[in-house]
Each structure stands twice: as structure tokens, then as C-alpha cells.
């Protein structure tokens, strides 16, 4: 891909966990460099996250900043939400950033076997993992309206288009 694809979301989030309901609509891009299994992790990180209070999305993949974020009046990032598998070590210095990481993959028993006997120092971490079916699913049926229907309950996402439903287990591993 050469140029961005832009997509035009509407996004209507249903969170059963935090008893929230809320409607995000934005402008964003799929960059050049970005796979479409991130991109799809982090729009649904910003589902996830923006229950509370306007989210912040890495609409430029800016490096210096998580893809999703929320913060405070003063700036300071308060939910860091990376839409990746992170080293361990880069798990580590961004936790001395932000005052809490959530990390959200798709299922990865190799990455999370080695970073799993080490991960309990960084104390403001948590790894959620989606299912691979589910976000391939999602990434395949992206068109340039992105327009889900997205219910969040304990331990499951779910998110309808126009066309297809689809739906996911959702794993807390640390």
C-alpha cells in the first residue's frame, strides 16, 4: 500500500463490564506500514478503553506514543494501550512512562511463554489476548466504512457490521 486508506468509523459501544454505553465517531487511516491485525486491535482497544472518558487515538503511529491512550488535565498518560506483542524489556520502560499498560494480541502462546516467567516485576501491566480467528475475521471484512456495533462483557467482545457478527473470547494473561 502506498498511501493510507482512510476510514470514516462510527463505532457504537455497548460495555456491559463498566455498565456504559458510548459512540465513538472519527476519522482515521491504516498507515503504510501497519498490518491490518493492528489496526483492528487498536480500534478495538479504543472500544474498550474510552468507557470513562474521551480516548486518544495513534491515528499517525507517532512511536513516541502508545497507539490508544488516555490522560489527565496536565498530559500525563494515565492508560497506555499498546495494539502489540512487546518485549519484555520494552514492556518494562513503558510502564516507567505511563501509569498503567494494557497490552492487547491476538493469541500468541510462543511470545507469552517468554515473557511470562519474568513479567511479575513490571507491577502496572496487564496482557489481554483475542482470539486470531476473530481478528483476522475483522480485518478481512474492513472496508472504508467502519461501521461496528461493539458489546463488551466479562471475558467477551463482540462486534456486528451491516453484514456479519462476530465474536470473540477475550483473555486476561497477567
Not at 32 to 41: A, G, I, P, T, Y
Not at 124 to 147: K, T
Request: glycine share 2%; charged share 20%; with cysteine.
Amino acid at each position: 500500500m502506498t498511501k493510507p486508506f482512510v476510514f470514516k468509523a462510527r463505532v457504537n459501544v455497548a460495555d456491559l463490564f463498566h455498565h456504559a454505553n458510548h459512540q465513538e465517531v472519527f476519522t482515521t487511516a491504516l498507515q503504510k506500514s501497519e498490518s491490518l491485525s493492528h489496526f483492528v486491535l487498536k480500534i478495538v482497544g479504543l472500544c474498550a478503553i474510552s468507557y470513562e472518558q474521551s480516548a486518544h487515538l495513534n491515528a499517525h503511529s507517532d512511536r513516541q506514543k502508545p497507539d490508544v491512550w488516555l490522560e489527565d488535565d496536565t498530559g500525563y498518560i494515565t492508560l497506555a494501550l499498546y495494539a502489540s506483542e512487546l518485549e519484555l524489556e520494552e514492556i518494562a520502560r513503558v510502564a516507567k512512562l505511563f501509569g498503567k499498560v494494557v497490552i492487547l494480541s491476538q493469541e500468541n502462546p510462543t511470545w507469552f511463554s517468554e515473557i511470562s516467567e519474568r513479567i511479575h516485576v513490571v507491577e502496572n501491566v496487564s496482557i489481554f489476548s483475542l482470539e486470531s480467528q476473530f481478528v483476522e475475521s475483522l480485518s478481512d471484512a474492513l472496508s472504508r466504512s467502519l461501521h461496528w456495533d461493539v458489546v463488551i462483557e466479562q471475558n467477551q467482545l463482540s462486534v456486528s457490521d451491516k453484514n456479519e457478527y462476530y465474536e470473540t473470547r477475550v483473555t486476561q494473561l497477567v
